[in-house]
């Protein structure tokens, strides 16, 4: 199947109003779509009422990465301003992203007289050396930089300040992400709180999402089956829980596509192994899942792999079936949208 048919089967239209440029307040005042694929059933409620679809002795799974403000505006010695994209600290240099051409050897000022020279350019991505070290640049972002939000998002009426707070989870704990978790962003303390009183078991892994996630299908991905690279982490604890919870039968429920990956990308026989690395996993229809009992998850964005990641829990009839349903219900789209339980 050519990459277009492909991605033609996962495109569907909506209405540009129902794409949120702002999390609903209260987090867990988001409407909740919930399906039940053993029984067929669809409940529309809010988030906060998550607790009662959930059997007793679930395991939530949720991603406590933090996201970055990865996006840093320097100053050109010409005197033009460039915002760079960090991605990642590569030795004594950082590698980044440019929406305008730079030269090798090009010097890009910040406001307190530090600066980074482009050293090397490849496929794209620029190597700059800074005259700091390296490792200090997660500061340096702290200080200038600027949360990068999905290109989706428009006209956002939030201060960057703002920005910061909202577009970060309740739990967030290991720097690393340019985008959140976003399924995750409806969880308060309070709801946290009551799941546990309720019976509901909160784990916690790492994965650092990349702009991989925003990237566009290409036919390399299909031809090989393999997405873009995102390092992920579970701890022997959280490693240890699940495998207990697995084995006595505890349904497992990753919050988000990224806490799903890690599972699946970690799963060696049924039981989770391979606790760290670079994941790769390309997850579609006719997939099965090797750890995961189900999945919440917000609404994604048409011809993209993290739509077709959740058509390996639905199939594609049922997902679009779903998702029309989601839009004549009027719930909110995309990263700041409502959720969706698959159970």
Do not use: C
Not at 22 to 28: L, Q, Y
Not at 60 to 80: C, F, H, I, Q, S
């Amino acid at each position: 199947m050519s990459l277009e048919s492909v991605l033609k089967k996962y495109d569907y239209k909506f209405p540009s109003e129902a794409v949120a440029n702002k999390p609903a307040h209260p987090r867990d005042s988001a409407k909740l779509l919930v399906y039940d694929r053993k029984t067929k059933a669809v409940n529309f409620d809010t988030f906060k009422n998550l607790g009662k679809y959930l059997p007793v002795g679930s395991v939530l799974v949720l991603n406590d990465t933090k996201v970055l403000p990865a996006r840093l505006p320097l100053k050109k010695e010409t005197g033009g301003v460039v915002k760079i994209l960090y991605l990642e600290t590569v030795g004594k240099n950082i590698k980044a992203l440019s929406p305008k051409k730079l030269k090798v050897g090009e010097k890009l000022l910040l406001p307190d007289g530090k600066y980074f020279v482009i050293t090397d350019v490849q496929d794209g991505e620029y190597l700059l050396r800074p005259s700091f070290n390296a490792r200090e640049i997660y500061s340096v972002l702290k200080k200038y930089g600027e949360t990068p939000l999905p290109p989706y998002i428009k006209n956002v009426p939030l201060t960057e300040k703002k920005i910061r707070e909202e577009y970060q989870t309740v739990f967030a704990k290991v720097l690393g992400s340019v985008a959140a978790p976003t399924a995750s962003l409806h969880f308060t303390k309070g709801l946290l709180n009551s799941l546990k009183k309720e019976g509901v078991k909160i784990v916690y892994v790492t994965l650092h999402v990349g702009l991989g996630t925003f990237a566009p299908l290409t036919e390399e991905n299909l031809k090989t089956g393999k997405l873009h690279e995102e390092y992920y982490e579970i701890s022997p604890k959280a490693a240890s829980a699940l495998n207990d919870a697995k084995k006595n039968g505890k349904r497992i429920i990753p919050v988000g596509t990224t806490a799903l990956r890690t599972l699946e990308s970690a799963s060696v026989g049924g039981k989770l192994k391979k606790l760290f690395g670079e994941t790769e996993l390309f997850i579609k229809e006719g997939d099965r899942l090797k750890f995961s009992d189900g999945l919440i998850t917000n609404f994604h964005v048409p011809r993209s792999s993290l739509l077709m990641l959740v058509s390996a829990l639905l199939g594609h009839k049922k997902l679009f079936e779903l998702y029309r349903l989601a839009i004549e219900k009027k719930f909110r789209l995309f990263s700041f949208g409502d959720g969706m339980l698959i159970k």
